[in-house]
């Protein structure tokens, strides 16, 4: 019956699992929420590194964009011109799937810019750039050549010289959109030339492309007749074989022969298979069954003009086997005359003597017709077979003959196919080569000017310049956040203390500022903190008071951190102090003896404490004061004259916890961090549970995930952790901050006056970041 139970509760579960599949999506929303908060803390912390990454970076662009003075830009268009589709001629083609990529590229390209360069510097005399539209007087001089050479070189260089590596213009070179256009944009020092650098730029591509097009053609052009050289030789070689073949063989007849020899074979083969047919039947004949083949094959019907003569040659042989025929039938017929007397006369009678005298005489006739007729037979067989041996010889010859003739007229064909092919295709590359001339003397270019370079007009880089350094400025931040998330292990939201860290979460204590003074702590100090700073103690409180609802709640619960200034005291005081508001009798030990500092919070000295009682000197009657709280008990840590290393490992604290375990309801001891020192990790195994602190933004994952691998080998039980001085996003607060006003309990009138009456102005100042 309990299988049972247990197995519909797992069914039950897996449904609820099936109905809330969709949970994941929260869990992905929820750490994606976690990522955007921790990359909001980056911003909030290293919010100053724009204040000095953008003056820098603004400052130098602006610096190199003043000196490195003055720029003048022109521009001008090409288009792809439309074309004539000549199908009948070969024509040049480009690449198209990436035509207008590939256009950009060379004009672009340094080559074509060094040429239009080259171009500009040899002046007008030998390298005119265009006018444009509406002629006029040129736009580039020897002077202005002159002047850009000098600029160039630093001395003047004789014309046609190679441009300098060096190119004082930058082109750009943009594809429109949705249109088969190309904007040109050309920068440089000098108005002047700047526009005529662009014109030439322009001419030098549109030559370039010419160039590659006569190149691309020549090539082809010449392939095409070296292919028919090599064609014209090999036909003129086929056609003289040909020829020689013919005046050597009369093709006429051995193309007559070969169909008579083909036609004479087939007659030799028939009268062959005749003959070998009749060979065949003569050997598997008797005499007495010659008459009846003749016979069977006299009523065949029709027959060929051979099997006809093979008839008559039977026919013939056929008559001294009729003669058998005859007196075997004789002698049958007087053998039944005798069988038939004998049943009504005696075999001495006359008329049976007599017929048997003739039944001997015929059979004597008989045995001499049979030995006649096998006489013939053989005959017979012998001629046959003689005529089959001439027949086989025959065929034999005129199959030589026949074959030798087949030879002779496939190698004619042969020839004959081999200049015909030839012919075929040296008429086709014959024909490619005269497409290709005319193709070449037609044809259009696929690439005009729409509009000529325009009168180079000065450009704003300044604020182009600003923009494109604030988006470095923009981008080098980022990429020193990014760096720094990279290199921080820190956590910064409760989804990422849950994902790393194996432990239950068992609070989250805000990050907040303390108000308060020196004055004791009282009931009074602790409410005039903040509300969602209470509230969270008192959910830890909570997870404390329910927990391990099966067994027994911890009692000694040992309260410690990683490293230093986690804020581990403040959550022990706090903690004592909310537990204590509930009614439960708890006593806070201050068992950090190299540090000590609760004392301080309630107005106490710190000795004598914890370090005597450890070291035999007093007993704990006299060492656990009231704390100015009800139900709370302070164990100072004392003033240790040993190590306090040392102490912690006394059997006291043993009998020091059994000893008040009847006495209070929770034992919280604020211990020194694991990482620092030993205590901690001694002392954890002794108590029922431990509370970890990890304070947001601050503790190492690394060192963290250490910490609690050395309390776990040391058979500590951590209970939970809690999240220290967690810092929620704009969005979090203004979503919990109308809820948390109207559940905010404020006392009333009476209970204001009581406590004014009773207890100081402030509270005690404490900081959430403290030990």
């Known amino acids: 019956m309990a299988n049972l139970m247990k197995k519909d509760e797992t069914d039950l579960n897996t449904s609820a699992l099936d109905l809330y599949a969709p949970a994941n999506r929260f869990t992905s929303a929820d750490r994606l929420h976690g990522r955007v908060h921790r990359w909001w803390l980056l911003l909030r912390r290293y919010w100053r590194l724009p204040v000095l990454i953008f003056p820098a970076v603004l400052g130098a662009v602006s610096w190199l964009t003043a000196f490195s003075g003055p720029t003048y830009e022109s521009r001008a268009r090409l288009w792809v011109t439309g074309r004539i589709n000549l199908s009948e001629t070969w024509s040049y083609t480009e690449e198209l799937v990436n035509f207008l990529g590939t256009q950009v590229a060379l004009l672009q390209s340094p080559a074509i810019q060094r040429r239009a360069l080259a171009r500009l510097l040899a002046g007008p005399e030998t390298g005119q750039v265009p006018t444009g539209v509406g002629g006029g007087t040129p736009r580039w001089t020897a002077s202005d050549a002159w002047a850009l050479r000098q600029k160039l070189a630093g001395a003047a260089s004789p014309p046609g010289s190679e441009a300098p590596a060096q190119i004082p213009f930058r082109v750009k070179v943009l594809e429109g959109a949705k249109s088969s ?460 004259k040993r190590d306090p290393g040392d102490l912690v490992l006394s059997p006291n604290w043993a009998e020091l916890l059994s000893s008040v375990k009847s006495q209070f309801d929770y034992i919280l001891v604020d211990t020194p961090p694991v990482a620092a020192t030993d205590d901690a990790a001694a002392l954890a195994p002794k108590a029922d549970g431990v509370l970890f602190v990890v304070r947001a933004l601050s503790t190492s994952a690394r060192v963290a995930r250490g910490v609690l691998g050395v309390l776990r080998q040391r058979r500590a039980h951590v209970i939970g952790l809690i999240f220290n001085r967690a810092v929620s996003s704009p969005c979090e607060r203004q979503y919990y901050e109308p809820y948390t006003r109207a559940y905010h309990w404020e006392p009333g009138p009476a209970a204001q006056a009581a406590r004014l009456l009773t207890s100081p102005a402030d509270g005690i100042k404490v900081g959430s970041g403290g030990n």
Not at 289 to 297: D, I
Not at 365 to 388: C, G, H, N, S, Y
């Open 181 to 640: 256009t190309l904007e040109l944009r050309s920068i440089g020092p000098d108005p002047v030339s700047t526009r005529a650098f662009l014109d030439s730029l322009i001419e030098e591509y549109l030559s370039f492309k010419r160039e590659s097009h006569d190149q691309t053609s020549g090539q082809a052009l010449a392939s095409l007749n070296a292919e028919a050289a090599r064609l014209k030789s090999e036909l003129a070689a086929a056609q003289e074989k040909l020829q020689a073949f013919q005046a050597s063989n009369n093709v006429v007849f051995l193309q007559h022969q070969g169909s008579g020899a083909e036609n004479y074979l087939a007659s030799l083969n028939r009268q062959l298979a005749i003959l070998r047919t009749e060979e065949k039947l003569l050997e598997s004949l008797k005499p007495e069954q010659w008459p009846e083949t003749v016979a069977v094959q006299g009523g065949a019907g029709q027959a060929s003009g051979e099997e006809t003569t093979a008839r008559q040659l039977l026919a013939s042989l056929a008559q001294s086997q009729a003669a058998l025929f005859q007196a075997d039938q004789q002698m049958h017929l007087l053998m039944a005359q005798r069988d038939q007397l004998s049943h009504f006369l005696r075999p001495a009678h006359p008329k049976i003597i007599k017929l048997s005298q003739d039944i001997a005489t015929q059979e004597q006739i008989v045995e001499v017709a049979r030995d006649e007729a096998a006489k013939q037979l053989t005959l017979r067989r012998q001629a046959v077979a003689a005529q089959i041996r001439n027949l086989e010889a025959a065929s034999k010859e005129w199959n030589v003959k026949a074959v030798e003739t087949s030879r002779k007229v496939g190698e004619f064909e042969q020839l004959q196919q081999n200049a015909q092919r030839l012919q075929a295709a040296y008429d086709k590359t014959f024909g490619l080569v005269q497409n290709m001339g005319v193709a070449n003397r037609v044809e259009q270019e696929n690439v005009g000017i729409l509009d000529p370079a325009s009168a180079a007009k000065p450009t704003h880089r300044m604020l182009i310049h600003l923009a494109i350094g604030t988006v470095l400025a923009l981008a080098l931040w980022f990429a020193l956040l990014y760096g720094l998330a990279l290199f921080r292990d820190d956590f910064a939201s409760h989804t990422e203390l849950a994902d790393h860290l194996a432990e239950p979460v068992v609070g989250q204590i805000p990050y907040i500022s303390f108000s308060g003074s020196n004055g004791p702590l009282g009931i009074e100090g602790l409410e005039q903190q903040r509300f969602e700073f209470l509230e969270a103690f008192r959910n830890i409180r909570a997870s404390l008071l329910f927990m391990n609802h099966d067994g027994p709640r911890p009692k000694t619960i040992v309260i410690t951190s990683s490293v230093p200034e986690e804020g581990k005291s403040t959550v022990a005081l706090y903690l004592a102090v909310t537990l204590a508001k509930a009614n439960s009798r708890v006593l806070l030990i201050d068992g950090d003896m190299r540090r000590p500092g609760l004392h301080k919070y309630f107005g106490l000295s710190n000795g004598p404490g914890l370090a005597e009682l450890l070291n035999e000197e007093l007993p704990s009657v006299e060492v656990i004061f009231p704390a100015g709280v009800e139900n709370l008990a302070l164990l100072p840590a004392g003033e240790t």
